[in-house]
């Protein structure tokens, strides 16, 4: 069974900390995504990575670093922590066979107190 | 830019009830659109798509009709349980693409009550 595992399901941290969310997919996707997902607003996209230490910035990158030294691991860094990036995370990775189809970790939920 | 709007929630239903989940859109050329549904606890997953124009997309007794007509791409069910309770996410996506350009509603938070 594919798996996108999230290292923490809930986090909480104080504002100004550097936060790391870990991302660990066992499908050999290339392609990898972080989205937070707010009430309202949908899923947003924060930075996705297409390889091995290659990166872009999605539509809400401010705020955020990634790191993606190996394949099957995508981190999300928190620089400093701010009260506004309080919200749910998802790491999805992508199966690019034609099925277009998305595989989504089960979410942190991050508050930055 | 491409958009998704989807009808706002929660919606609560009775066990059997017939359920429909509207989700229109805003996209250039020829998007595939998606349905993807979150249970309690969990992270998104794929409930049904459609790549072209009056494709029917369907699983678990789920539909949607891809209509290009009308921009629209509305999920149904004849009868929903329990189950069924959820949070449903209407998406679109240039597929040739790495996925990157995936756009997701705002969700729609279900309730199915016994």
């Known amino acids: 069974d594919v798996k996108v595992t999230q290292s923490s399901r809930y986090l909480v941290k104080r504002t100004g900390e550097k936060v790391f969310l870990e991302c660990v997919q066992d499908m050999d996707h290339e392609n990898m995504f972080w989205y937070r997902q707010d009430p309202g607003l949908g899923l947003r996209l924060i930075y996705f990575s297409y390889d091995v230490k290659m990166k872009e910035k999605g539509d809400i990158p401010e705020g955020y670093s990634v790191s993606r030294e190996k394949k099957e691991r995508f981190s999300l860094i928190l620089e400093s922590a701010s009260t506004n990036q309080t919200s749910m995370y998802l790491c999805?990775?992508?199966?690019?066979?034609?099925?277009?189809?998305?595989?989504f970790g089960s979410g942190t939920q991050l508050s930055v107190l | 830019g491409d958009s998704v709007t989807q009808m706002e929630g929660p919606v609560t239903l009775s066990e059997e009830a017939f359920l429909t989940i509207n989700c229109t859109y805003t996209?250039?050329?020829?998007?595939?659109l998606f349905w993807y549904v979150q249970y309690p606890g969990e992270g998104l997953q794929l409930l049904l798509k459609a790549t072209k124009a009056d494709d029917k997309g369907s699983n678990k007794g789920f539909e949607a009709t891809y209509r290009k007509e009308t921009t629209s791409f509305h999920l149904e069910k004849g009868s929903v349980q329990v189950s069924d309770s959820a949070v449903y996410f209407c998406a679109l996506s240039h597929v040739l693409n790495n996925n990157n350009d995936m756009r997701f509603g705002a969700g729609t938070r279900l309730t199915v009550k016994p």
């Open positions: 996209a250039t050329g020829y998007p595939s």
């Open positions: 999805a990775s992508f199966d690019g066979t034609g099925n277009e189809k998305l595989f």
